[in-house]
């Protein structure tokens, strides 16, 4: 018989990237009614696929439909390492996360 070799095969790290809204509570917090929650998590979910690498135009498309759906004037900050402290109006805030660390805060005054 001739020689076999085995093939040890070494298993890298895999990287999970999530595309996903984050939802759970102690990632997300929002006042707003359910339905226009939902509403406003999938435009934050399309902004942030179709502009991937550009969070300013990510955010100016969610002001803008934010702005024609409930009305103006809405404020949105798209990016990664921020803080902030806010005055809102109530039921008009959203704060969550997409894509694992790209952090999203909506409120109107």
């Known amino acids: 018989m ?3 070799e ?3 095969q070494k298993e890298e790290p895999k ?3 999530h595309t996903y809204p984050l939802i759970r509570p102690d990632f997300q917090h929002s006042d707003m009614p359910e339905e226009t929650k939902a509403e406003t998590m999938e435009l934050v979910v399309t902004a942030c696929e179709k ?3 550009n969070n300013e135009a990510a955010a100016r ?3 803008d439909e934010m ?3 409930l009305g103006s004037p809405f404020h949105v900050v798209v990016g990664e390492d921020f803080g902030f402290e806010i005055s809102y109006e109530c039921t008009n805030l959203l704060y969550m996360y997409f ?3 790209l ?3 909506i409120w109107k005054c």
Do not use: L, Q, R
């Open 67 to 69: 702005d024609k759906k």
């Open 61 to 63: 498309m969610i002001k």
């Open 2 to 4: 001739g020689d076999t």
């Open 99 to 101: 894509g694992g660390n």
């Open 103 to 105: 952090a999203i805060v």
């Open 6 to 8: 085995i093939k040890e």
């Open 15 to 17: 990287k999970i990237v």
């Open 51 to 53: 502009f991937s690498s």
